[in-house]
Every structure is written in C-alpha cells, then in structure tokens.
C-alpha cells in the first residue's frame, strides 16, 4: 500500500483500536492483525513513528504501567482532542471511501 | 488488560522511553511466539523481523518523543508557575495582617529607594541626549595656583580660546560654547526675569540635537557680536508663558532692551547645560552676550581675561581622547607664548563627557552625597526585608510538618522552595508597585520643598524607564532575599525530628531560632545608625539656630533690586533705590528701611583687596584680600547689628566727601591689634582710593553659619556705585505684607528697576539652615521609619518565642515560678539581643560620625546628648515591644499549657 495513504490509515486506527480501552503498541499491533483479518499486516515497527506523532499532536497520552503478566509497558489512551480526531477522521475516511468505491463501481460497470 | 500504575511515572529521558517501549514490543511478541512453540532464539529473531527497520522506527519515533518532550517541558514550567502563583495568592490572602504588613513595609522601603534613586537619576545619570555622546568631550582652561592654593585643572574658558580650539587645531569636527545669563523680557505691562544661556550657533549641531519647533542658529547668526538678535525658547517657557502656541515663532520679544526674533523652541529633554536642575528659559547666539550682559560691560567676546565659557566639543572621525590631548598640549603651548599675561600658568584641559555629571568640581560631592543617600534608603529597605524574612522564618516553622509531609511523599525540595519563593517575589513586587505611589508622594512632597534661592530649579524626576527598571529590580531582590533564608531552612530535609512534635522540647528553644535572632540583631544595629544620625543632624539644626549671627534681625522684607546699564545710570540708580527706600519707610507699619548690596548668610558673597598701612599682607600676597560690603546709613539699625567703636555712616558721608568705611571687631583686633581703628585709613588695591575708619561694627556671620568671624569692611552705599542693591525692611506689618508692599513700590518709582528677588527674612536665613534641615528631616524620617520596622521585628520574634515556649512557662509557672520572674527571662533574652546590636551599631556610628562631622553646626561628632539619648530611646522602644508579648507568657494557663500539646 502506498505510504501516504497508509500513514493516514494507520494512525486512523491506532486511534480506532484505543477509543474503549487502555492498549501498549504491542496491543495496538495485535488488534489491528486480528481486526483486519491479517490484510494491513504490516511491518509492526511503523507503529511506533505513528504513535509518538500522535502523542506529539495531543490526540494520545501515553504512561507507563505493568501488564497483567508482570511486564513493563507503556499504556496509550484516548485524549478528549483525540476523540474529536476520530469522530471527524472517521466521517472523512467514510466520505473517501464512498468517493473511491463510486470510481471504482462506474469503471466496473 | 488492566493495567496497575507505578508511582513516579516521570520519564525524562525520551530516547531511553522509546527504546524500551520497542524492548518491550519485542518480549511480548517473541513470549507469544514462544506459545506458540518457538524456541527462544528464534521467536526473538521473527518478532524482530516483522517488527521492520528498527533503526528507522525507532529513530523516528525518538524524534517525535523528543519534540513532545520539549514542548511539554515549557508548558508544565509555565503550568507549574501558574500554580505557584495562584498558591501564592490563595495564601496571602489566608494572612491578610502577614501580607498587609509586608506590602506597607516593603511600599516604604522601596518607595525611599525609588524616590532617592530618581534624584540620583535626574542630577546624575540621566542628561541631555545627545547623538553619539562617546565621541563628545569637555575642554576645560585650567586655572593656576597661588602659594596658599592649589590651581583647578577643570575651570571655565574665553571666547577668543573657543575660536582658537576650532580654528588652530584638527583634532575636532566641532567646537562650542555656552554660558548662563540673566536678563529680563519686558512686555507693555510686565518686566519678568528671564533665565537663559548664550550658545555657540553651532551648539545644538555638534550636541547632535534637534529643535523640537523651528530651526536653531545658523552660521551667519555666529559670526559678528550684537548683529543677530534671535532667540530659541525652552521648552517648559514656551508651554509656561506662550501655552505652547507655535506661532510664536517669528514673533519678536524685547529682551534686555532689544528686539529678539523666536526663531525655535528647544526639545523639552534639553532644559539647558550649565547645571541639572536649571531650567533655561531661552538661548540665544554667544554674539549677543555683549548685547546682554548684565553688567553693561561690553567686549566680553574679545577679552582674554573675562573667563565664563564652558566649551563642548565632538572628536573627529578616528581621533582618540590622548590625541586630542596632545593637540590640546600643543595649542596651550602656543596660547602661553602668545599671550603671557591672560595665559601664565594656563593649560588647556579635556575630559570625555561621559566622565562628566555635573562638572568635574562638584561630581565628587554630587557622587558621595548620592552614595550616602542611597546607603540610608537601602539600610531602610534592609530592616523592612530582615523583618520579612523574620515573620517568614516563623511561619515556615509553623508549616514545616506540612512541608515535611509533601517532601516526604515526593514533592522534590526545590519545588517546594520554587513556590515560597514565588510568594515573597510576589510580595515584593506588590511592595514594589505601591512603592512607586509612596515614592511618587515623596517626591512630588521633595520637589514643592524648593531651596530658597532666587533660581529656579526644576528637575525631571520623573519615573521614567530607568527608574521602573530599578524599582522593578529591588522589589524582585527584596523578595528573593528575604524570601530565600526561610524557604531554605524550612524545606531542609530533616525530616524524621519534625514530623514528631518538635515545638514541646524545652531545650534548644534559643539555638534553632538563631537566623532570627542575627536578623533582629542586624535591625537594631542598622535602626541605631540611622537614629544616631538623625540625632546629630537634630542636634546640630538645634545648634544652627543657636548660633550667634551677630545680628539679631528676624523677621522683615527683603528685595533684590537692579537695572541694567544701557538703560539706568549708575549715579541714577543709586538715586531711583534711594527714592525706593524713602517710599518704603512711608508704608503704613514699616518701621525701618536700609540697603545693602549683599545679603550676608546668601548665596553671594564679595571680597575685594585692599592695602593696610603698616599692616604686612599674608606672605606671598601683595594685598590683603577682605570680604565687604556696601551699606546704607540705617543698615546697621536695621539688622540689628551693634557699633562698638566710633560712629556709624551718617548724612554727612556723601559722596564728594571723604570715603569712609566701617571694620568688624575681627578685623580690627587683626590690622589694628591692641589699638582703636578708628581714624586710620585704608587703601583699596587697584583704584588707590583710600578710606577712613570711622566705626567698629559687632562681627557678624557673613557667608554660612559655619564659619569663624572674619574682617570684614562696610563701605557706605552712598559713596559706592553698584547697580545692585537689596532692600532690607522691618516693621509691625506681617512679614510677607512688607514684601509684598516693596515690590509695589518699586515697581511704583521706576519700571526699568528689577525685582530679581523677594522674600521673608525668615526665608532668607532658612538658606543657611538648608543643609542642617535637610539632614534632620531626611535621616529623622529614614530612622524612624526603620525603628519601626525593627520594633515591629523584635515584636514579632519575642511573640514567636512566647508561643513556641508556652509548654515551658506552663511548667515553670505551675511549679511555682513567680509570674514576674518569667516575663524577666523572657524579656532578658530579649534585650540581649537589642544590646547586642546596639553595641554594634554604636561602633559603626562613631566611624560614620566622623564622616558627617563637616555639615554638623554646633555639636560634635560624639555629641554626648545624641550618644546618650539615641540609645536610650531605642532601648525603651525595643523594651516596649519585647514587653507585650513577654507579659503574655506569664499568663499562660499551666494546665491547659501542659495538656494541649
């Protein structure tokens, strides 16, 4: 996928993947394999660029804690700012999607 | 996944965040991995594959981290400040007494300080502004020394010398002049004198100065003497007598007796260059001092003798200070080869204008006078800042479980020391502010007290940049200073004693509130120097007024009349001010009217030289050089003033008959010694004209109260032409009325007679008790305001050690101890400190006194009353502060004392 769009991507569902919980990169990657049925596996590492960058913008904070297994990790949560994010990212994305989809149907046809 | 947060969440280090984050990315994914039946190795090697490029990642991600990190750092600094300040408030506003007693300590404190330091400002600091003033220096002809007197390097010059500095050497790219002048504008209906100075056209060019309306002069008004009457008008005159209107510009104004075209106004930060304080309310071209001069003598530009010139010059591009010197050598060489008689002795001198406050003679006195002023006021400020930090110091020891506590659950110590710091800065700038009010107060009270003298002063005191900027700066040092002791000592981090109940010990109640203790030692010291200082100064206005004058005039009026000599004649005048005197003996209540040509206890002051048959001059002298004046008839009446040998002047010393002169007691015991002087005669130097003794007149101080007797001769008015004279008047009349009703004589004999100054007798003696008044006034207030502030401190200590010691008096109490006994103990540790700092502040005042001992009248610098009674005074004080609240501790409740802690 190219870069761009992937960046977006990614950091849409970063925020996607913690609007109900408390998740360390380590999750994050996790559920978006699992969530994506393993489609947008990428390389694990691009996480974390995308992480602090959002951190950076105040959409996230992140704080350091245990794991139920007894392992340090960092804990990233939604800010109020990052909701917002979502919540207008999300409407845009769906908006693309349609824009995209309709191309891609009229081509078709 | 719910996670368990660790306290102290604080990760400084971004890079080392990121880096273990990835770590531990890779643990949990290499675990799983594992679960899945990887063998270690392996796992760790896939999970780092799918992981990427972890050189790229992570370098990114450092990147964004440190970025957050940054911006996070200043945001939680202000935050934090924020925070800190709102603490701040919230807490003062808990202790209204605390912060009302601070801010009103540190307003008076600081208000002295600013009011002093704008002083020090306007006389000092603050002058003309002037373009590139580095390059502007001061050229000075110096003055030669006599056997008795060392010479002046730095005295005024001649024209003819400013024509020859700018002419015959390269060294400048300008050169100019000024000097002061009196004249007066006359309108129809008015005669006003009028302030101002002669400039060189090129005055304002080489100062780098624009005219704030019109032009300044020009070239061609530069050139030949009395061709071109123009005048710039100063700006407070302008505003004052023409409301600012600008159409006077172009307009004449008759000055002096002639026509004078306004040509501009002068920049309102340009009052003029002669001294600071003096306002001048015109300038115009040096060609014209002849035109003005007072004393109607002309040929003042050309002479090389009449010496009144201060000259300012600009060095030329790439020209230094030594060059210009060696120029200077030079032109001096050649000046003493081409004219021997005016230039003996002389030299050319020159100081950077930077070097140059005031001018060199009076800079010293000016500095010195500055430095002891600001020492006053910043001991003032000192006691109001130790007795801060003393209440300070009491109030962390209350709080210093609740800062235990915080230090102990995590708070670093600075931060705690960040926000008691940020209170008392807080403080101290509040202070800082309503001390501009006080200082503005002072001032505005300092400036209505205007010296008596017949100019006027006005200097711009105002509370401009520099001034905010250094109220701004003690204010902000006043806080941390007194801020600083306590927020150290109460944060240190003994924790385990404090948070046990420390305040029930019986012991160690002295040592640990030692940093109190030299804090109200240091005041009492500082209040003792300041009230010890005050004391002379009283004691010596007391002495001034005790002083024996000689004569014994009170009360009266007293006007300055001239003319000017192009338009009344001497002979003339002399007859116009008879004419006055006649009149002025007619108004109803006046009893007595004389004149003299001087007022003795002035600002002027004459000598003359004279030869005394048979009675060698000093060595080294040709003459004997005698203070004199000329009197009327009735001056010695008037003043009060006994004759105690011979006659005074009476009607039969006219003019055309013999001159006569009067002598003083000194001076007859010293010419004339074991004999009359009565008959002899005298000869003024010069004229040859002799005189003849007639009379021997009580001595009288002449100059300043200081002074010892000295010879002094009495010429008649009658026989003597000057075009000045003061009319002196006593009667029942009210002082100001006699006045009041001078002046309207005057004014009635001859308009062209001008009033140069009118005032009370008491306001003219009050010129010679300026200094020691001024003195009383200034430490009378500083020392007071600081045994205030120091009682207030010794209060507040004693009460504090009252309350923390109240388990000890409860004991001691209910074990039987006389109540007196405890207020005794109580009050001994006390006074021992007030002694302590007594002592020393004793011994700092001897060394002081020594220093002031110049300006004190009448009374030594060891002037035992001022000794004795200073400190005893402060020890009563101090024992009533220290009293109140001993009394307290023998009132303690031993029960409840023993029980409640």
Known sequence: ?109 | MKPTFRAGNFQPDPERDVREEIEAHIEMEAETLMKQGLPEHEAREEAWRRFGDRDRFQGAAQREASARERKVRWSDRFDAFLRDLRYAFRRMAKSPGFTGIAIVSLALGIGANTAIFSLVNAVLLSGVPMRAPQELVELYTSEPGTPEEPGYPYSVSTYPDLVDLREQTDVFSGVAGYEAFFSRLETETTTEPIWGECVSWNLFSVLGIDPEAGRFFVSEEGQTPGTHPVSVLGYDFWQKRYGGDPSIIGQTIRLGGLQYTVVGVAPKEVQGFTAPGFNMDMFVPMMMADALNFEGTSNHLSQRTSRSTFIKARLAPGITVDQARAALATLSARQREAYPEAWEGREFNLLPTGEVAIHPLVDRYARALAAFLLIVVGLVLLVACTNLAGFLLARASDRKKEIALRLALGATRWSLVRQLLTETVVLGVLGGLAGLLVANWALQAMMAFQPPIAIPINLDVGLDGTVLLFTLGIAAVAGLFFGLAPALQSTKPDLAPTLKDESTGLSGAQKRFSLRNVLVVTQVAISMVLLLGAGLFLRSLQGAHEIDLGFTIQEGGLIWLSAFGDEVEEAEFIYLAEAVEERARSIPGVEKVAQAEIMPLGLAFQMSDWNIPGVEPPSGEENHEIAYNSVSRDYFDVMGLPIVAGRPFGPEDDQGTELVVLVSETAARQYWPGESPVGREIIRAGSGTSYQVVGVAKDAKAWTLGEEYRPYIYLSKEQDDEQMTHLIATGSIPEAQIVAELQRVAREVDPRLVVMEAKTISDHLAIALFPPKMGAILLGVFGGLALILACTGLYGTVAFSVSRRTREMGIRLSLGADAGKVVFMVLRGAMGLVLIGAVIGLVLSLGLAQAVKQFLYGVGALDPVTFIGVPVILAAVALVAAFVPARRASRVDPVRALRSE
């Not at chain 1, 991507?9 to 970063?14: G, R, V």
């Not at chain 1, 939604?78 to 191309?103: C, P, Q």
Request: proline share 1%; hydrophobic share 40%.
């Open chain 1, 1 to 109: 996928m190219a870069g761009d769009l992937f960046t977006g991507t990614l950091e849409l569902l970063i925020l996607r993947t913690l609007v109900d919980d408390l998740v360390h990169g380590y999750g994050i990657a996790r559920s978006i394999r699992e969530k994506t049925g393993g489609v947008l596996d990428v390389e694990q590492g691009a996480l974390y660029p995308a992480l602090h960058r959002l951190n950076r913008r105040g959409f996230l904070k992140g704080e350091w804690g245990e794991t139920e297994t007894g392992r340090r990790a960092r804990f990233y949560s939604l800010t109020k700012k990052g909701r917002a994010a979502l919540a207008m990212e999300t409407a845009r994305w769906d908006e693309h999607a349609k824009a995209v989809y309709a191309v891609l149907r009229q081509v078709e046809g």
